[in-house]
């Protein structure tokens, strides 16, 4: 298995704030890094594939970067929609998701 | 539009086996590429990749829990099924189904989107 890791593991922001989240995965990925928000109630959004193209839809202010083991996302501008919790996956073997990012409001 | 929707029990006793169905709408498991998963959120704790299958019937299982878990699929029904023996109450999830989405991007890239709301199963006596 590859393993995830994420850091932080949660993160106190506010609105307007640039935030950014780490992923490193245990062995080389090369670019086949996926990230995810979840917020409760709610189906899993998609927003970044091979790990920094912007799924369709997904605001500009996200962006994702990294190749081999890190890799970050970026939200450049917080807005009150985007305190969530965001994961990574790896999508290099069998899947394998990071342990979540929790993104609150401070 | 492409949505899927998960069903099963809600309770389960400890030692019975769950059984989960997905049924989905928006393209076919018979489609070169496409595979549906199943992915867990225990109440507080992080997503977990449970099994993925894809269109010419391969299969993959996470491999902590491979020894409890089948996936199989009702092409015509439109339907995939996971079963999971033996459920404890850590097993207590919100379980998934998500499509497994592939782009060809300098190598083949894929991903989980959509999902469906998920379904809470509680493992209780």
């Known amino acids: 298995d590859i393993q995830m890791t994420q850091s932080p593991s949660s993160l106190s922001a506010s609105v307007g704030d640039r935030v950014t989240i780490t992923c490193r995965a245990s062995q080389s990925i090369s670019r086949y890094l996926n990230w995810y928000q979840l917020k409760p109630g709610k189906a899993p959004k998609f927003l970044i594939y091979a790990a920094s193209t912007l799924q369709s839809g997904v605001p500009s202010r996200f962006s994702g970067s990294g190749s081999g083991t890190d890799f970050t996302l970026t939200i450049s501008s917080l807005q009150p929609e985007d305190f969530a919790t965001y994961y990574c996956q790896q999508s290099y073997s069998t899947p394998t998701f990071g342990q979540g990012t929790r993104l609150e409001i401070k | 539009q492409i949505t899927l929707k998960e069903s099963g029990p809600t309770l389960v006793k400890p030692t019975q086996t769950l059984t989960l169905t997905c049924t989905f709408s928006?393209?076919?498991?018979?489609?070169?590429?496409?595979?549906v998963g199943w992915i867990r959120q225990p109440p507080g704790k992080a997503l977990e990749w449970l099994a993925l299958i894809y269109w010419d019937d391969d299969k993959r299982y996470s491999p902590s829990l491979k020894s409890r878990l089948t996936i199989t699929k009702d092409t015509s029904k439109n339907q995939v099924v996971l079963t999971m023996t033996n459920m404890d109450p850590v097993d207590t999830a919100t379980y998934y189904c998500a499509h497994r989405a592939i782009q060809d991007y300098g190598g083949i890239q894929n991903w989980f989107d959509p999902w469906g709301q998920g379904t809470l199963v509680t493992v209780s006596s």
């Open positions: 928006g393209f076919s498991l018979s489609t070169n590429g496409v595979g």
